[in-house]
């Protein structure tokens, strides 16, 4: 079963690759969806490149809003951030409620067309679901666990290094995981902006009414979406196995 | 939970005694709102709907005693929020504030804008949207300390709706450009409205429909779970405008072929595509959850009803669905939240609803445009967030009774 798993993304993997890089190549599986001679595989640019820059926008994103999100949560979660714990809470529930396509339209007339709103909305959206789970995961810490780390003499920086942060890991990474495949589909509509990526594949399908293209734009970020998702959840699972947990224990849903 | 909070506000005090305690959170705030009144143009005042504006600070948006009123209410407010700590009072001057700020930037446009000029725009600017973060801030910041129950919170909402909807009707905003972006379009803007909630309700509706029994069955069979949970999943992380495209084709072919999907309505551009990607979206969290609900009734209580004589049936819809209840119910407000936000792309593909005016305002880099777009998407996305949150919370409480 699992070898079986393995090879299954090591075959997506590699489809995935070889149509990003040779493209051409697949233009047979293509033709009957387009019609009146429209060319089958998007020829306005290098879906290479768009994939690369998709990517690194997300990569970037993400990055930025673990960072923040999870010093975030460890601040409110000691005692001199305390007090902006019931805001921080009420405000990771209200900010879900936004749509990134609002976000990303608000975005725009501030900082003008391009790269920028995406890396705007992207990053205030994977916040949440970092956030989120960095609360879940320092509160889901025994306070038997803390009192033993405390009775060996630890202080409470050791004690959060040494004890709170890689307990609460596994489900810090799975908030991460859940930003970065949000952030993967939000920056598709990114391109409506004209942000360079993948979305930029689809909305030129739309346009010119070429299925082919939707389906392209669509398949990649798709593959890109489920291959991270794999991969990312095979390093919480070893994460977990270090400390002694059951696999799987972080779960994905957002509540 | 509890006794760590008690136990920090406990040495915050004995170690704060001599000075009047300051509320860090609340002085945070009063800086924001300091540097917004200060440092920041209330208003933009463009004079046509594309020219470039020029900033209004409050002093110069309205006339000298009004502003200097409103500016007193302003400081009094950042001083409440640094040094008093009574939830409800907080609460209070947010709220009074957000009652100062809000009509005030509708004046402030009247005011403004010269006589008789139609082209004029003013539109609220970096202070007000700071001003307006702030209040909202605090008063989210007393609500959570005051842990409302389901009622209150419900009734918190038809409160600020009311409020809401008086400032439109007594016309107090109508100089505003958002407004008049509005009078330009009062139809059309209605008829999306409808449009948009049609297409997050009615896939809502028919991912419950085929949601619960595919739960429940995957509750009993666990093959069959583990296949449509993986299948859903990657469902889900197909990006939203493709997901919208791909239906096209085979919709498009559909229409083409059978004249009594085209006489439906059905084609492949439009609302169908968009209706079934949704619906497609929503399952997951639907499915999900009616799975765990059921997964989380505890085997006691099922071995009880099974020894009260209640049937395989009986003991589903009798024991097992009113105890996972809550947990479903979790599921659609997810699925809810997510299909209002995200109905938004299907005016991409000429589905209509809301997002009809982001797309039109992002091309026409009109903001305002925008947000008439937006702001409605965002406030129908947070109501129905609460609205559900509070029936969560009535159908816990029902299920813990009669536990």
């Known amino acids: 079963m699992r070898a079986q798993a393995v090879l299954l993304r090591a075959a997506a ?15 047979f599986a293509f033709e009957p969806l387009t019609a009146n001679n429209a060319s089958a595989i998007y020829d306005q640019g290098s879906l290479l490149a768009l994939t690369l820059s998709h990517l690194r926008t997300v990569f970037l994103a993400t990055l930025a809003s673990s960072v923040l999100a999870v010093t975030l949560g460890v601040f409110v979660t000691r005692p001199f951030g305390q007090e902006f714990l019931p805001l921080s809470r009420s405000l990771v529930n209200i900010g879900q409620t936004f749509p990134p396509v609002a976000v990303l339209a608000i975005a725009v007339p501030l900082v003008g067309f391009g790269e920028k709103p995406t890396f705007i909305a992207l990053f205030l959206y994977g916040l949440l679901p ?4 960095t609360l879940t995961g320092l509160a889901d810490v025994e306070p038997q666990t803390l009192e033993a780390a405390k009775g060996m003499g630890m202080n409470a920086r050791q004690r959060l290094i040494q004890v709170e942060l890689p307990l609460a890991l ?17 920056a598709t509509i990114g391109s409506t902006v004209a942000a360079k990526g993948l979305g930029e594949v689809i909305i030129a399908g739309l346009q010119s009414n070429n299925v082919a293209f939707i389906l392209q734009g669509g398949l990649v970020v798709a593959l890109l979406a489920v291959l991270i998702h794999g991969g990312l959840a095979a390093v919480e699972r070893a994460v977990a196995r270090r400390l002694g947990r059951p696999a799987g224990a972080a779960t994905s849903q957002p509540s | 939970m509890n006794t760590i909070s008690s136990r920090t506000t406990a040495s915050g005090m004995t170690s704060l005694r001599s000075i ?3 509320d860090r959170l609340g002085s945070v705030l009063a800086l924001l709102i300091g540097v917004a009144l200060l440092a920041a143009p209330f208003i933009t005042y463009r004079a046509n709907r594309i020219v470039a504006g020029e900033g209004r600070m409050l002093a110069d948006a309205l006339p000298s005693k009004p502003a200097v009123a409103v500016i007193a209410v302003v400081l009094a407010i950042a001083f409440c929020a640094a040094f008093v700590r009574k939830p409800l009072v907080r609460l209070g001057a947010a709220a009074l504030g957000l009652a100062a700020i809000l009509p005030a930037a509708g004046w402030s446009a009247s005011f403004v804008t010269p006589d008789g000029n139609a082209f004029a725009r003013v539109s609220p600017s970096t202070g007000f949207w700071l001003l307006a973060l702030a209040f909202a801030l605090l008063a989210a910041d007393a609500l959570a300390r005051l842990r409302l129950g389901p009622w209150a919170r419900l009734l918190a909402l038809a409160v600020a709706a009311g409020a809401v909807a008086l400032l439109l009707a007594s016309g107090a905003w109508d100089d505003l450009s958002l407004l008049k972006e509005y009078a330009n ?12 909630l049609w297409l997050a309700l009615g896939s809502m509706a028919a991912a419950c429909l085929v949601g619960l029994p595919l739960g429940i069955l995957g509750h009993r069979i666990r093959a069959m779970r583990i296949a449509v949970l993986q299948g859903l999943t990657i469902v889900q992380t197909i990006p939203s405008i493709a997901l919208f495209g791909i239906l096209i084709a085979p919709l498009g072919f559909l229409a083409a072929q059978v004249p009594l999907a085209a006489a439906l309505g059905i084609h492949g551009i439009g609302a169908a595509p968009a209706f079934i990607a949704l619906f497609l979206y929503s399952l997951l969290p639907v499915v999900a959850n009616t799975v765990t609900g059921l997964d989380q009734v505890p085997a006691a209580v099922i071995d009880a009803a099974r020894g009260m004589g209640l049937s395989r049936r009986q003991r589903l819809v009798q024991v ?6 809550p947990v479903i119910l979790a599921g659609i407000r997810i699925a809810l ?14 589905g209509g609803g809301f997002g009809t005016f982001v797309f039109q305002g992002i091309g026409q880099t009109a903001i305002d445009l925008v947000l008439l777009g937006a702001i409605p998407t965002v406030a129908l996305s947070f109501a129905a967030a609460i609205v559900l949150d509070a029936i969560i919370d009535l159908t816990q409480r029902g299920a813990h009774d009669r536990h």
Request: glycine share 6%; charged share 15%; no cysteine.
């Open chain 1, 13 to 27: 993997l590699l489809l995935l690759v070889a149509f990003v890089a040779r493209p051409q190549l697949f233009a």
């Open chain 1, 130 to 133: 970092i956030f989120e789970n």
């Open chain 1, 170 to 186: 596994p489900v810090i990474l799975a908030g991460i995981r859940l930003s970065v495949i949000i952030s993967l589909g939000t």
């Open chain 2, 20 to 22: 009047p305690s300051l």
């Open chain 2, 185 to 196: 379009r009062a139809d059309s803007f209605w008829r999306e409205a409808r449009r948009h």
């Open chain 2, 320 to 325: 097992e669905l009113p105890l996972a209840f």
């Open chain 2, 337 to 350: 939240v997510q299909n209002l936000g995200l109905a938004t792309i299907a005016a991409l593909i000429g």
